[in-house]
Every structure is written in structure tokens, then in C-alpha cells.
């Protein structure tokens, strides 16, 4: 029998803002496997790259075909500008053209209905978006621990749970996880300093950073998370609760725009 798409589920579309990497001479836009295979497997999604060149992108086109969005982490900050402050550690990487186009795209996002999963960097960016700012340095705050990764090379070690996170009662993450806390692998130097208008915290690390956070006027899911869910997501399971509720938001979305047959 001839296969036709009609025998075959349809997917919800995910979009991945990709970061700029130099390679050699060259710019590319890339995204990390473990982050698309998380889409594919996890979110049960088809996962789609978005090249970071906001001026060149028609976002309320993207926003129209898209199912869901998923931010994900990088080594690459956000830049302190986009929350009045200067660069305390010209060292760090910066990624300005992924700035400039997840921030707007996120606002849009929002007022569109489409569900966000912010992850690590991903998660800093909606805070900033919503005009909350971030320490640029955790560990250099009194009262605050050290929050990067390991200085290994074997990646399941840096990757590994550090520290458990305590999740808000009756908060969106404790009902997607049905529980009361979480042991995390949160890797990451800079980290929520004031929440943004509208996000509400859903989980704190012990030292009482904020590890999680919602979109308080998000008609569907938009929930970011400082630590990494993508890592191993089939093997956890409350990870993978995290992407699986994220999946179903995605083809919801996706049912409410088909066309009738």
C-alpha cells in the first residue's frame, strides 16, 4: 500500500532560536542535538532551527506556522544591556544576535498563544523579556552558592543533579511533576537577580535563587527552567513530565489552527 501523509500522525512544530557560533573564518547558527532530539522524543514534536537574524525574520509569519517554542541554553550570556548593566567579565561569551531575537520573539510569543519551554539561557532571556534582570555572576553574590558546572571534561559529570530545588505549592511545575521538589542538574553562571513583571516563581534553589519561573498572563504553557531536562529526558521522569506537558500544549495549539477537513 502506498504510504500517503494521511496514514501518518502529524507533529507539532517546534521552533528552535539557534545561537551564532565562528567556526574557522565562518558564522553558523547552530543548535545543540541533546535540545532538538529532546523535541523530537520527548515533546513527541518536530523540531525546527530559526536562524538568529531577526532583522531578516517576518516573526508574526514564524509565530502563525509554529506549534510551540523551545529557548534553549548556551554557554553565551545575555547581553547586560538589555537590563541596564555593563559587562563586568569581558571574558564571558555574549551572543547579541540571538538577544536580539529571542527577546521580541518571546513578547510575541506571548501575546500570540504559543507555548514557550525556556531552558538555562532560555530561561534568563524571559525574565529579561518581561523586564526582569539577572546577577551576572551568582557566585560572586553574598548569601549566594556557585552554581557552575563542573570543570571536567566527561559531560554526564557536568551534567550530573547538584542540588534540589523546592517547587511552589499548587504552582504549575509541582502539578506537571506532581511533586513538592526536584533534584536538578542547574549549571550556570548568571541567574535571576529581579523578577520580571508577571512571572511568577515556580521552584527555588536552597541558597533561594530562583530556578523556575511562569508567564502569569500566558494563556497556554510558558515555564522556564534554569536547569537542563533536555539531559537524559527518557530517563527521568520528571523531566520528561516537564517536556511531555510542554508536547501537549504544542498540539493543541496545533488542532485549534487546522483547517477543517
Known sequence: MRFTMKNKQKKPVVLLPADVKQLGGHLFHAVGQKYILAVADAAEATPLLIPAVADALDLNALLDMADGI??????SNVHPSHFNQDVLDPSLPLDPARDALTL?????AIQKAVPILAICRGFQELNVAFGGSLHQAVHAVAGLHDHREAK??????QYASVHKVHLTAGGKLANITQS????????HGQGIHRLGTGLTIEATAPDGLVEAISVDTAQTFALGVQWHPEW???QNPQYLAIFSAFGAACRLRMRRHEPPD
Open 180 to 187: 513538592n521538589e526536584m533534584f536538578v542538574n542547574s549549571l
Open 70 to 75: 523551545l529557548l534553549t541554553g548556551s554557554v
Open 104 to 108: 521580541n520573539l518571546i513578547r510575541t
Open 232 to 234: 537524559q529526558v527518557m
Open 152 to 157: 571536567v571534561d566527561d559531560i554526564a559529570v
